[in-house]
């Protein structure tokens, strides 16, 4: 059986992240015996919680935490100041090789993702991960630092990683435009999110009770971020609420929040108030999982405004629950192979507002309905295929 060493990715601020790792998780049980792997989770105790995991911990192997950050986000001196804790209790080995040590000790095969563990020579299968190249096509939500950051990053994850994940095709041009030497690494391993468990067996009605919801909505589930482009949304509703259109609302869900742009989220919420649309959006914030999938189970449609994505999970949702999506018209977003995708110019307000329009009196949210029953078959085998293409990689086929 191969054993896998998850590093803890992701948290609040970025709870795709979290769910990513949560999906291979789930995806692995599903898979016959002589295909599973075994899961060793490491999550560091500052930036990690074990409670995220906690509808998936009982199919981990072991979960350790280590106590040292090696990325880019803590400065030098907080970095020395760790080291000089360590020598103080004895223990004269950088917090980095803990780690290495531990994988050996479990009998690790493979890591993932590798990105900030990448050594020379290593005993384990280096796997990274890249979600997406955003900084080259927008250059200006980064500072300088961070593309060169990244810039550097990949070309270690060139010389020293043995595999680099990419979610798409556009990743992975990407990658080779910036990192030629990159492309031999490369594999394509487009993801499938975990819904959790009976999600298609769960009453809709307490969820919309809970968060005192009307019968017809749209939800845009997404973080605050200034590139998901939430604004073209609440323009396209101002103009909806305009041609006459009352039997409509807005759900936002996700972190409203942009560490990159901190007054950004205020910046909405004064378009809000101006545009007088109090009544008709709930900002309802980082919610459950299990909440979030229930609210776009009930939702009329989804909403996907975003500039850019390296491969959507909002996306993916849709696809295992077959709710109708309206979605930027970007390049990323034509990889996928959902039904009901509406695209829209994210650019344009107007252009958003008539394809609801034309779709509105139609819309119906489909749960309990004779397809949804379908659904659930569909949706793990895409899961099991996630991590069955994930294992081969381990497998390095």
């Known amino acids: 059986m191969n054993k896998v060493g998850l590093i803890g990715n992701g948290n609040k601020s970025w709870i795709a992240g979290v769910q990513y790792s949560q999906s291979l998780i789930m995806g692995n049980n599903l898979l016959d015996a002589d295909q599973k792997m ?97 900084q080259v096509h927008f250059p200006e939500y980064f500072s300088a630092y961070d593309i060169r950051y990244r810039y550097r990053q990949l070309k270690k994850i060139a010389a020293l990683a043995d595999v680099l994940v990419v979610s798409n095709e556009h990743s992975r041009r990407d990658a080779i435009r910036l990192v030629p030497e990159v492309a031999s690494k490369i594999r394509v391993l487009p993801f499938t999110m975990w819904l959790g468990k009976d999600w298609n067996k769960v009453d809709v009605q307490p969820y919309l009770a809970k968060y005192n919801l009307p019968p017809k909505f749209l939800i845009l589930p997404s973080q605050w971020w200034k590139h998901k482009n939430h604004l073209v949304v609440f323009q396209a509703l101002e103009l909806l609420l305009k041609m006459g259109v009352k039997d409509i609302s807005l759900v936002c869900t996700g972190l409203p929040s942009d560490p990159r742009f901190p007054s950004y989220a205020q910046t909405l919420r004064n378009y809000i108030t101006q545009a007088n649309l109090q009544p008709y959006i709930y900002e309802l914030g980082l919610i ?27 996306v993916e949702d849709c696809r295992s629950l077959d709710k109708t999506i309206f979605l930027s018209d970007i390049p990323m977003h034509h990889e996928h192979q959902n039904r009901n995708m509406i695209f829209f110019d994210p650019h344009s307000a107007k252009d958003l507002a008539n394809k609801i329009i034309q779709n509105w009196s139609v819309l119906n949210s489909k749960v309990a309905s004779p397809n949804e029953e379908g659904l659930y078959e569909n949706y793990t085998n895409n899961l099991k295929k996630f991590t069955s293409d994930f294992v081969r990689i381990c497998q390095n086929y």
């Not at 999982?289 to 909002?314: C, H, K, N, Y």
């Open 38 to 134: 075994e899961f060793h989770l490491f999550l560091h105790q500052d930036f990690h919680q074990q409670s995220d995991y906690k509808e998936v911990q009982g199919y981990l192997k072991t979960i350790k935490y280590f106590d040292f950050y090696y990325g880019k986000s803590w400065p030098l001196a907080y970095k020395s100041y760790q080291f000089l804790k360590k020598l103080q209790k004895l223990q004269f080995h950088w917090p980095q090789d803990r780690l290495q040590k531990w994988f050996v000790e479990q009998s690790i095969d493979s890591i993932f993702p590798a990105n900030e563990l990448l050594v020379k020579n290593s005993p384990v299968r280096q796997i990274c991960w890249v979600a997406d190249f955003q």
């Open 288 to 314: 459950p999982r299990q909440d979030q999938v229930q609210l776009m189970r009930a939702a009329m449609a989804v909403v996907q405004p975003s500039f850019f994505e390296g491969w959507s999970a909002l």
